[in-house]
C-alpha cells in the first residue's frame, strides 16, 4: 500500500476577489522509503502540495490518503493525531525551540504525545544522526548543519510513514547540503520511511528516487521508478 497518494487533487484560492489555482488536477503516488523531490519556481505548488501531503490544508477537489486515511474526513482531534503520529517535518530555517536545548527539542515531540520514556528515544535518535555528543547545548551553539541534524532527529523521533522537507538545504553551504541530503537518502532507504523534499536544487533532485516538475499548480514532467 502506498504511503501517499493524490487523486485528481485542486486546490484554489480566492484573494482580493482573485481566483488563484495553487495545484490543478494532481495525481500522485508513493510508497514505503520513496525519497521524492519536488522541483519548480516558486509558486510553482510545491509548498501547497507538502500542506496538503501532511494535512495541514486540504483539496478544493479530489482527495489526499496518507497512510490509508482520506484526511479530508477526520476532525480536528483525529488530524492532530495524524500528524503527530504519521509525519514529520524539517523546514529550511530549522525552526528549533530557543529556549530548550538540543535534547529538550527532539523529545518534545513524543512529550506532547505523552509517550514514555521521551528522553531515552531522543538521544537514540540524536546518536543515529551523531549529534548525541551535543545534546545539552542551546540552539544558539550549533552550526547550521548541525542545527539541520538537530531538526531531522525531531522529525524522526515517532518513526513517522512521510517525511515533509521545505527546502532543508537552503540555508546551508554546499558541503553541508551534501551531508544533509546524504543523512535524508539515508533515512529513506534504512528507514523505509517517505521522504518529500520541495527544492530548488538540481543536486538535491538529483540523489531522488522520483522527481516531480511542477508549474503553475501543474505536474509537468514525472520521473518515477515503478510502484
Not at 484526511?71 to 493525531?81: H, I, N, P, W, Y
Not at 547550521?144 to 531531522?152: D, N
Not at 518529500?196 to 501543474?218: C, F, K, P, Q, Y
Amino acid at each position: 500500500m502506498s504511503v501517499l497518494r493524490l487523486e485528481h487533487v485542486s486546490k484554489h484560492y480566492v484573494t482580493d476577489g482573485i481566483p488563484v489555482v495553487a495545484l490543478e488536477d494532481v495525481s500522485l503516488e508513493f510508497r514505503a522509503g520513496e525519497f521524492v523531490a519536488l522541483v519548480g519556481r516558486s509558486g510553482c505548488g510545491k509548498s501547497t502540495l507538502l500542506n496538503l501531503a501532511g494535512a495541514m490544508d486540504f483539496p478544493t477537489s479530489g482527495t489526499v490518503t496518507l497512510d490509508g486515511v482520506v484526511t479530508s474526513q477526520l476532525g480536528d482531534a483525529s488530524l492532530t493525531r495524524l500528524r503527530r503520529e504519521k509525519v514529520g517535518f524539517v523546514f529550511q530555517s530549522f525552526q528549533l525551540l530557543p529556549t530548550l536545548s538540543v535534547v529538550e527539542n527532539v523529545e518534545l515531540p513524543l512529550l506532547l504525545a505523552g509517550v514514555p520514556h521521551a528522553r531515552k528515544t531522543a538521544l537514540e535518535q540524536l546518536r543515529w544522526v551523531e549529534m548525541d555528543g551535543y545534546s545539552q547545548r542551546m540552539p544558539y551553539q550549533l552550526s547550521g548543519g548541525q542545527s539541520q541534524r538537530v531538526a531531522i532527529a525531531r522529525a524522526l523521533v515517532h518513526s513517522p510513514r512521510l517525511v515533509l522537507a521545505d527546502e532543508p538545504t537552503g540555508n546551508l553551504d554546499s558541503a553541508t547540503s551534501e551531508l544533509i541530503l546524504a543523512l535524508l537518502r539515508t533515512i529513506a532507504t534504512e528507514q523505509n520511511t517517505t521522504i518529500l523534499m520541495a527544492t530548488h536544487s538540481a543536486e538535491a533532485s538529483s540523489i531522488a528516487d522520483t522527481v516531480v516538475r511542477l508549474r503553475d499548480g501543474r505536474v509537468t514532467e514525472l520521473l518515477q521508478p515503478t510502484l
